[in-house]
């Protein structure tokens, strides 16, 4: 096999994976997810903590140090088997909180402190610096091993840009699929299913490898046990104090690596997969490390001396000439590296875009938050492509050191943030100066004793300052800190980092007594499985409805938050898309913002809006110590009066809207006599003139026209009166066929010019988007539209009047949106728009008798559809619903033509 064919296969590896992430992007939009949300989807994705370094480290390190290898294993497969609760926990708490990433968890945790969020973020990103930098290594070196006398050898410096353009794909592919949507509950299925086909991929890889080396090379597992037996070293013998360390380092990374928090707990859809994930994701890596040893073994007896032993996966078939065999295992480990580098990009960038970017531009231009959505993504996308940047630096700058060595590393930076989450789901007393304190002074002592050291004497630290320490001082010296000497500097490490952060999070924590808030966290994070309502932070709110509906659809979008205000009015047995601003209302629209710009920014932005939050104490710390009936009686009591309460307010908005109804029926009832005797009358008068013998003939002809137009002009109102209440009893003959909506607004578009007003009124419409072919009563929809449009020409009180007309396709259904740029229509009107007899204006400026937004509403009723005032637009907006198919139609009388 050629170099070039190597090359090729693995880009048509990638194609395969931007295909399956299509797929499964396509069948999620499609809400086709059975598959997609299976829970054997779900453990494989978890094989993401399976990086290069366990492909092709694990076998390094087993040859270098024996057993110890297990060490990477055993600590997660101890935390899936025997901590299954607190994972389950973690979860909970995570979903319940729509936490983005595990700074946006502990940030939460401790008062949804940004500034805390923010340190957490940038330790993140420098623990998984050296991480990303492993995998470009193991890649590029894994396809210099290709690149051997018979094939066409790399030039120099060529390593350094096959890494170059290995993190430039693998930013594209990160920003393309993972910077889609902002929603945490919009996962990343394109990402999961490609991450699960590289788990399988890995895992075979290392089983047929496995498998030749022990039967094809060692002569079965007797043979290779002899081996093993032989070639063992002193070296080979676990220390039991570092055996131990390394045991929990790997536990805790398995808790605290941004990218395992990604899929553990961001794209789990459902808790029950934990209980399969258990025992299959130990499984899992139980299959992948049964050959390391061999491995190791037959590779240092064959291969000659001196060669890499961290790729012994993959020059073992390449000595033996099975091209194909050392195609999959470099397929295996091309897996390993782009899964992890894909998803802890993906996990760091949202780490960066919500704890730094956005509270940065919302502190710095607070007014121009109108198009914060897009500034979210795009922080995102930059974030991605810095976080593959910075890996590629460490990468040039540490120089070529041992793959477990410099994934250690990142392990024991990410721990850093094991006592804060720890602490923050199990003690209610945590406090955010005691998680800040710990974990800058943890980060802090593994970044001067293990991170800089690692860069090489060509880094920021002097052969020197490692000997001697600074300025002369021994006992800061980075490796025997304290005069602490001759310990492993991994361990080193490890043991003074963690002892700072618990020492001060503990104590600092103890110092202070957490405040409100903290403790309304502390209660909601420790006591997350205790059923009731519990207590509530939000007040009534300042802002209106409206004024939170105009924020939302700047962040979430305008259709995703105006479904959410939707849902959570009918929540509230309300119709609409405007909810009361409750309490429990705000809490929910906290979350949602949570989803998308982290926590402690969602909070920011609502107690903003609504001029600040308020908490009881005393509430909260009763409801804590209540016995377990005098929570559920409090709960039934509080449930019952929220019920009377709603029943109280919907009783007495409907009183209200009775009330102006029948206002509007007996002002209606005037001004129908008035219209009904006005023509009459002229009609009679110039009826008895034109009985005159002797008038002329040019008189007798303008009375008669007079007498007709009026005649017309009954006729025409009473022909609105009949069809209004053929609509409502269902009577109406509907002639349905295929229509293009486009041609239908054209054709109202042309009718209402020949209004007064329509000169003065200009239409902005989106032509692409109008060619949707529908199955309804063209006519009908046209007297709808007509209506919509003329009404626009003759209320909008803009000094440049535009109406906007937008049409988007919605599933099974075509959404047309008529928004104008004028006042709008008051919020104590609204309701009332589509009552017959309702008019806003005087009657010489509506120019009928307020039939027109009635005679709508039964209209599309008839065809299947519905119309709306959409609120929080800028001016007066409807919304047009109206089905694709004839299948929707409620009329049953339908003739189609």
Not at 370 to 391: C, K, P
Request: proline content about 4%.
């Amino acid at each position: 096999m050629t170099f070039d064919s190597l090359i090729l296969v693995c880009l048509l590896y990638v194609v395969l994976l931007f295909g399956v992430a299509f797929w499964a992007e396509g069948r999620a939009r499609s809400g086709r997810m059975r598959v997609l949300q299976s829970p054997w989807v779900y453990t494989l994705s978890l094989s993401i903590y399976c990086t290069a370094w366990t492909f092709y480290g694990a076998v390094g390190y087993a040859a270098r140090s024996g057993l110890e290898f297990v060490t990477i294993y055993l600590g997660p497969s101890l935390v899936f088997c025997g901590w299954w609760w607190f994972l389950r926990k973690l979860v909970r708490v995570g979903r319940a909180q729509r936490a983005t990433s595990v700074a946006d968890l502990i940030s939460a945790r401790y008062g949804k402190s940004n500034s805390l969020g923010v340190v957490l973020t940038l330790l993140a990103v420098l623990a998984a610096t050296p991480y990303i930098a492993l995998q470009l290594q193991s890649v590029t070196e894994s396809l210099s091993a290709f690149a051997t006398p018979g094939f066409a050898p790399p030039a120099e410096g060529a390593q350094q840009n096959w890494a170059l353009w290995i993190a430039v794909g693998l930013a594209a592919f990160a920003i393309l699929f993972g910077t889609r949507n902002l929603d945490a509950n919009e996962r990343h299925h394109g990402v999961v299913m490609a991450v699960a086909l590289e788990a399988v991929v890995k895992l075979v890889a290392v089983l047929a490898v496995g498998s030749f080396v022990v039967w094809g090379l060692g002569g079965g597992w007797g043979a290779v046990m002899d081996r093993i037996d032989h070639f063992a070293t002193q070296d080979w013998v676990p220390q039991p104090g570092r055996f131990m360390g390394l045991t929990l380092l790997s536990a805790a990374a398995i808790l605290t690596l941004p990218r395992m928090f990604q899929v553990l707990v961001v794209e789990n859809v459902e808790e029950r997969h934990l209980a399969i994930a258990s025992w299959a994701f130990p499984a899992y890596l139980a299959l992948i490390s049964v050959f390391v040893l061999p491995i190791a073994v037959i590779g240092l007896e064959l291969l000659p001396e001196g060669a890499n032993p961290d790729l012994f996966v993959l020059t073992l078939p390449l000595s033996q000439h099975h091209d194909w065999l050392a195609l999959l295992a470099f397929l295996g480990g091309f897996s390993s590296a782009t899964s992890m580098v894909i998803v802890a990009a993906i996990a760091l960038a949202t780490m960066i875009s919500n704890q730094i970017v956005t509270p940065l531009w919302l502190a710095l231009w607070p007014s121009h938050n109108s198009n914060l959505r897009h500034v979210v993504l795009m922080s995102r996308r930059f974030s991605i492509a810095l976080v593959l940047a910075l890996g590629y630096g460490y990468y040039r700058l540490s120089g070529q050191g041992a793959l477990a060595e410099i994934g250690l590393i990142a392990f024991v930076g990410a721990a850093q943030t094991l006592p804060a989450l720890l602490g923050g789901l199990y003690w209610r007393g945590g406090t955010h100066h005691g998680a800040m304190g710990g974990v800058l002074l943890g980060g802090g002592i593994w970044i001067y004793t293990l991170f800089l050291p690692s860069l090489g004497i060509d880094g920021l630290m002097s052969p020197q300052m490692l000997a001697e320490g600074p300025w002369g001082i021994g006992w800061l010296r980075p490796e025997a800190l304290f005069g602490l000497s001759g310990m492993d500097p991994l361990l080193h490490a490890l043991f003074w980092s963690l002892f700072a952060n618990v020492t001060a999070y503990i104590g600092l924590s103890l110092r202070a007594f957490p405040p409100p808030l903290e403790r309304l966290q502390g209660v909601a994070f420790v006591n997350i499985y205790d059923e009731g309502p519990g207590p509530r932070g939000w007040h009534m709110a300042v802002a209106e409805s409206e004024d939170y509906l105009s924020t939302a659809q700047r962040i979430l979008g305008a259709q995703t938050a105006q479904k959410f205000f939707q849902s959570e009015a009918a929540r509230q047995g309300k119709t609409g898309w405007l909810p009361d601003p409750t309490p429990d209302f705000l809490a929910a629209l906290e979350r949602k913002f949570a989803g998308s710009v982290g926590s402690a920014t969602a909070h920011a932005m609502l107690a903003q809006l609504s001029g600040g939050r308020v908490i009881s104490v005393g509430d909260l710390i009763n409801m804590a110590s209540e016995a377990a009936d005098m929570k559920e009686h409090s709960s039934q009591l509080e449930a019952k009066s929220e019920e009377l309460a709603q029943v109280a307010r919907q009783l007495r908005l409907a009183n209200e809207k009775l009330t102006q109804i029948s206002v509007q029926k007996d002002a209606f009832l005037g001004q129908i006599s008035h219209e009904l005797r006005t023509p009459m009358t002229s009609i009679r008068a110039f009826s008895e003139i034109l009985m005159e013998p002797d008038l002329p003939d040019e008189m007798r002809q303008s009375y008669a026209k007079i007498i007709l137009e009026e005649a017309r002009r009954l006729t025409r109102l009473l022909d609105d009166l009949l069809d209004l209440s053929v609509l409502e009893h269902r009577k109406v003959q509907l002639h349905i066929g295929l229509s293009n909506l486009h041609e239908l607004l054209n054709r109202a578009v042309q009718s209402a010019a020949h209004s007064g007003n329509a000169a003065q009124c200009r239409i902005e419409r989106d032509f692409p988007n109008e060619h949707v072919a529908l199955f309804t009563d063209g006519d009908r929809l046209v007297q709808v539209f007509i209506n919509l449009i003329t009404n626009a020409q003759k209320y909008c009180d803009a000094e440049k009047p535009v109406l906007r007309i937008e049409v988007q396709r919605q599933d099974d259904q075509a959404q047309i949106d008529f928004v104008d740029n004028g006042a709008g229509i008051p919020k104590s009107a609204q309701d009332l728009i589509f009552e017959k007899f309702s008019r806003l204006t005087d009657m010489s400026r509506a120019g009928g008798a307020g039939l027109g937004l009635a005679i709508c509403r039964e209209i599309l009723t008839n065809l299947g559809g519905r119309i709306d005032y959409l609120p929080g637009q800028g001016g007066a907006a409807f919304r047009v619903l109206i089905p694709l198919r004839r299948g929707k139609m409620v009329h049953e009388g339908a003739e189609e033509t």
